[in-house]
T-cell receptor
């Protein structure tokens, strides 16, 4: 079957670094997405990984290990506006997105 | 980024009423999606479309129907609303940029069925 898992909630301090993990199981894989969703708003695209390794985009980086079914989102120099839920989703063999429940990130001053 | 519009943004309605949630996009995307999301929970795919005259059911059809007569318009209809339909409904369309199947979401409709 297919499943995807990420922590429910994390807390970090403004200016620090936080890593949000995501593990998945699937027989068909066409890449993994990370989205940011502020409370009461729609998700917005952050990153996409289809090959193993680290993709860096400003303060945000995303890593993928296909053999381990594992990805993480790394947020550096945390700002209060980074308080949001972070959703990981993988694209299955039918090019459908399978979504995790999201990790609520709380940033404290 | 895609421009996706949803109306209404908020709706309170009584049980048994028929409602249509509107979704329009102006980017000419072929693929469109409807999701249901409860607070703090994952997105559940209700319906999707590959293009005009194409509609498919997702994992959670939730007694709803969709139509795709025009590329830009993908309305969702609940024939008889129930309290269990109370949720947020998100419409999305997908673009091949920056990567294939990147989904762009509308602002959502928050539905409360009394």
């Amino acid at each position: 079957g297919q499943n995807i898992d990420q922590p429910t909630e994390m807390t970090a301090t403004e200016g620090a670094i936080v890593q949000i993990n995501c593990t998945y199981q699937t027989s068909g894989f066409n890449g993994l997405f990370w989205y940011q969703q502020h409370a009461g708003e729609a998700p917005t695209f952050l990153s996409y990984n289809v090959l193993d390794g680290l993709e860096e985009k400003g303060r945000f980086s995303s890593f993928l290990s296909r053999s381990k079914g594992y990805s993480y989102l790394l947020l550096k120099e945390l700002q209060m506006k980074d308080s949001a839920s972070y959703l990981c989703a993988f694209m299955d063999s039918n090019y459908q997105l399978i979504w995790g429940a999201g990790t609520k990130l709380i940033i404290k001053p | 980024e895609a421009d996706i519009y949803q109306t209404p943004r908020y709706l309170v309605i009584g049980t048994g009423k028929k409602i249509t949630l509107e979704c329009s996009q102006t980017m000419g995307h072929d693929k469109m999606y409807w999701y249901q999301q409860d607070p703090g929970m994952e997105l559940h795919l209700i319906h999707y479309s590959y293009g005009v005259n194409s509609t498919e059911k997702g994992d959670l059809s939730s007694e709803s129907t969709v139509s795709r007569i025009r590329t830009e318009h993908f309305p969702l209809t609940l024939e008889s609303a129930r309290p269990s339909h109370t949720s947020q409904y998100l419409c999305a369309s997908s673009s091949p940029k920056p990567v294939e199947e990147t989904q762009y979401f509308g602002p959502g409709t928050r539905l409360l069925v009394l």
